[in-house]
């Protein structure tokens, strides 16, 4: 595909269940990021990765979230025991190597936790 | 304190009207910096970087100042169609590591 892509778009869940995200990003992006916003709000950063490593993982909010990335490509970013405050969009970027080049985003995965 | 902060708004403007907004960066050795427009309820899309020697998109202008380690996003003549939450971005260390801030909204009214 041309852009980055996210799976699911959607998830509902329930409370204390564990979910994993997905996200694909374009061919040749070393850099991917993770982002969540919740409603009306702005974006949070969760964590960074260049090739597979991920050199800040600062953001992440508890360590009932972890994120890995195989390959230099597609990563998921996985959620145990999910909370209601844990309902967010959750959203990814990549970018090519390099500075001042852009970042591009997926649609984003909508998570609902009931 | 944060890598990048912004101003939230919301900005109301009339149709035509010219609306300025800026953000703020900590680290002085950030080497790139970005505007970007995000609509509701989609994925933040590039409008333009923003260049040392400040740069022009039609009616967007763009600009850095390094002494005061801000930001600056103009945009004239302002269209409905600009309703939208303007993200400011800022690359603190050149190592691919991108901070946004938390968006400046603005309302283009009729």
Known sequence: GAGVSQSPSNKVTEKGKDVELRCDPISGHTALYWYRQSLGQGLEFLIYFQGNSAPDKSGLPSDRFSAERTGGSVSTLTIQRTQQEDSAVYLCASSSPGMNTEAFFGQGTRLTVV | ?110
């Open chain 2, 1 to 110: 304190r944060k890598e990048v902060e912004q101003d939230p708004g919301p900005f109301n403007v009339p149709e035509g009207a010219t609306v300025a907004f800026n953000c703020t960066y900590s680290n002085s050795a950030s080497q790139s910096f970005f505007w970007y427009r995000q609509d509701c309820r989609k994925e933040p899309k590039l409008l333009m970087s923003v260049y040392s020697s400040g740069n022009e998109d039609g009616r967007f202008t763009a600009q850095l100042n390094r002494a005061s380690q801000y930001i600056s996003l103009l945009i004239r003549d302002s269209k409905l169609s600009d309703s939208a939450t303007y993200l400011c971005v800022v690359n603190p260390t050149g190592a691919n590591n991108l901070f946004f801030g938390t968006g400046t909204r603005l309302t283009v009214i009729p």
